[in-house]
């Protein structure tokens, strides 16, 4: 999908997805100490809102400017006086993240799903944009979700499992802290299911 077609799907329908963070990003998260962190393709900002709600200045970015618009409205809405802590911007996550080397304390990829040159480029521009110490964390409907698990792209090449990510962050200056398959339960017309998500989290070395 380019980001026209992004566009389109946000334009047809009033939220594309929930009003909460993604469970593993909170989990992830919650622990840390808040600062300066960039969530890269972040849509409509579920998660990059919920981090300036928890203490943190955030920069976030889409392609898709519908996706960026509806972020910076949510974002006004829900964090009143806190909005300024959240720069909501269009930028393409293959390319250098918008502050620069080593500006953040963190970065997210939250089911950023691209074929593997292209998301490889994305982890790349994450783990300069973050500082010696810093963390990247990445989620992502997992490879194995198209034989076992529910719901997702279809198309196997925008899917990763942890050692994908592993080798595609191979030679970057980093250290794996885990990478793992988590399941994610999903209420369905049809009953519960289970999906499953490829879970990251990456350090930057010193
Ligand atoms: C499945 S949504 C996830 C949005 C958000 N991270 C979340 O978890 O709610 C994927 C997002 O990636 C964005 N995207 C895809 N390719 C991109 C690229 N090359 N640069 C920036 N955004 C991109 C899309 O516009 C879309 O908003």
Redesign the pocket.
Known sequence: ?D?RT?DER?AASDLV?SVEP?RFVAEIITPLKPGHAV??????G??AIWMVEQGWTVVA????PV?VERMRSLAASRLGDRASRLTALV????QPAPDGPAAHDLALL?????PAD?WRQ?LRAAVETVRPGGRIVV?GHAGRNLTEGWGGPSERTVLYDPEEVLERADGLPVTVEQAVIRQRPVETDDGKRVALDTVVVLRRDL
Not at 39 to 44: M, R, T
Not at 61 to 64: C, E, G, I, L, N
């Open positions: 999908m980001a992004w946000y997805w993604n969530d890269l393709a972040a849509g409509e579920r998660n970015s889409d392609y898709s996706a930028a393409d996550a293959t939250c089911y950023l799903q691209l292209e994305a989620v």
